[in-house]
């Protein structure tokens, strides 16, 4: 039996390997080139990213890595997924990305070459038994990589191995503070093609979203009813896109109260509110993000109702104040503003003044959307939170009341009811389109919807 090459991952477990059966490996295996068309979906769009990024940095070497993968445990690796800048600038979103370096190599007085240092697909000949004993990067293990001319043609871009990157100088994407400020701030406005891109994350979710009333016979009947709805629409995200762009909460009952409630352990109970906050992610990466809290009933009860349309009431405000040239913080103060002065007319606050509502809504009320669910986050605060809104811009308006069940400065039917609503929007040249309205939003659209959604089942 041959000694296991220390360069191969290969796991306690595995089996030796004879020197028979390593020349049997080998050989007489058909060639199988990737179909020569194939390119990456944003072939067309990558190449004016690049262009944009190195005007920003004449002479200087640029270096984005993909990423490495992380252990989950033991032996066993968490999925990976490229970082966004990665993807944005290359194209290449696969789990195959993984390692992998894009260079951006200065050539001539101002511009750059990029370079890709990529795996290359391992040989089947020749004695090298990756493609067979590897269980990291091995082809019969996780599957089939492009060769270099292949990865060429894929991406449009100049291909190299990665033994041949070395340890340059320059400066590194996610390290450097310049460099990844610059990655997160050429993102903020999407060309068409994203914004295309968006929409179907949005669709694909809204599709979830459905899903998810067709199942509630089902999980109102288990012990964790809100895993259940975790599951359903995790099978969408799975089925239609890469998975979810962010963990799913599914809160049922005061669990709403819980920003990010992601343990979703709970039971549904029929008399309670769901807030649903999910994405599906594309399978070029872009997500959606979206919350409906939905009566499991399948109609509001009056207080539910009364929580409902004072948050919907500020997620109006909020839109309508997106437009180009508005500040950023416009639509969430416009949103804040409607809450506090519902809470002052309900007696829960003395009056609308001052920031005492912020112990009912506890965060902010949108961001930035994209390859990243909290996308650009690493801009500056002059070109985001403290910038305007300009066309091309898509975000999310999200205003939400989490009234805390242990709350004893509210009356005792205010308690325990969570309230988010969270739409997707594209800032447009005298507005906003909202992306995600096949979703309903009002107390009379939504128990239609559901209405319809479980009576054909
Ligand atoms: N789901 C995270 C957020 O809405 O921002
Ligand atoms: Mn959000
Ligand atoms: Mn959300």
């Not at 807030?275 to 594309?282: F, I, P, R, S």
């Not at 416009?334 to 606050?349: H, Q, S, T, Y």
Request: aromatic letters at 6%; one cysteine or more.
């Amino acid at each position: 039996m041959t000694d296991t090459p220390s360069r191969l991952n290969t796991g306690s477990h595995d089996l030796p390997v004879s020197p028979e059966l390593s020349r049997f490996m080998a050989g007489d295996w058909a060639a199988s080139a990737l179909p020569g068309a194939t390119r990456v979906p944003a072939h067309a769009v990558a190449p004016a990213r690049r262009a944009r990024l190195s005007a920003l940095f004449p002479g200087e070497r640029l270096i984005v890595p993909a990423g490495e993968l992380r252990v989950r445990s033991n032996d066993c690796d968490h999925r990976f997924r490229p970082h966004s800048a990665y993807a944005w600038l290359t194209g290449l979103t696969g789990e195959d990305q993984v390692g992998h370096v894009l260079v951006m190599e200065p050539s001539g007085p101002h511009g750059h070459e990029a370079v890709l240092y990529l795996r290359p697909r391992s040989p089947r000949a020749g004695g090298n038994e990756e493609f067979y004993r590897d269980r990291r990067y091995g082809e019969f293990w996780v599957g089939r990589r492009p060769d270099l001319a292949e990865a060429e043609r894929l991406t449009g871009i100049r291909c190299a191995h990665l033994d041949a990157l070395g340890s340059p100088a320059g400066r590194v994407a996610g390290t450097d503070r310049d460099l990844t400020v610059a990655l997160s701030e050429l993102r903020l406005v999407k060309d068409a093609w994203e914004v295309e891109q968006l929409q179907l994350a949005v669709d694909h979710t809204a599709a979830g979203f459905e899903d998810v009333v067709r199942a509630l016979p089902r999980a109102l009947a288990h012990p964790r009813g809100e895993r259940w709805i975790e599951g359903v629409f995790g099978l969408r995200a799975r089925a239609e896109g890469n998975g979810t762009g962010y963990e799913t909460i599914a809160a049922s009952g005061a669990h709403a109260c819980v920003l990010h409630w992601i343990r979703n352990d709970g039971r549904l109970s029929g008399d309670e509110l769901l807030l649903l906050d999910a994405g599906v992610e594309t399978d070029t990466l872009y997500t959606a993000d979206i919350t409906r809290t939905l009566p499991l009933s399948g109609r509001f009860s009056p207080v539910q109702r009364q929580v409902y349309e004072l948050v919907l009431a500020a997620q109006d405000a909020g839109m309508a104040a997106l437009r180009p040239g508005a500040s950023f913080r416009d639509f969430h103060r416009a949103g804040m503003r409607v809450i506090a002065e519902g809470l002052a007319e309900w007696g829960v606050l003395k009056d609308a003044e001052g920031d005492l509502h912020r112990r009912y809504t506890l965060c902010s009320s949108g961001h930035m959307l994209g390859l990243d669910v909290h996308d650009c986050a690493k801009a500056r605060a002059e070109t985001y939170l403290d910038g305007v809104l300009e066309e091309g811009q898509v975000l999310t308006v999200e205003p939400g009341l989490y009234l805390q069940p242990d709350d004893e400065t509210l009356p005792a039917e205010l308690r325990g009811i969570g309230v988010r609503i969270e739409d997707d929007l594209v800032i447009t040249a005298d507005g906003a389109r909202l992306m995600s309205g096949a979703l309903p939003r009002t107390v009379a659209g939504i128990e239609e919807w559901m209405g319809q959604l479980l009576d054909a089942r």
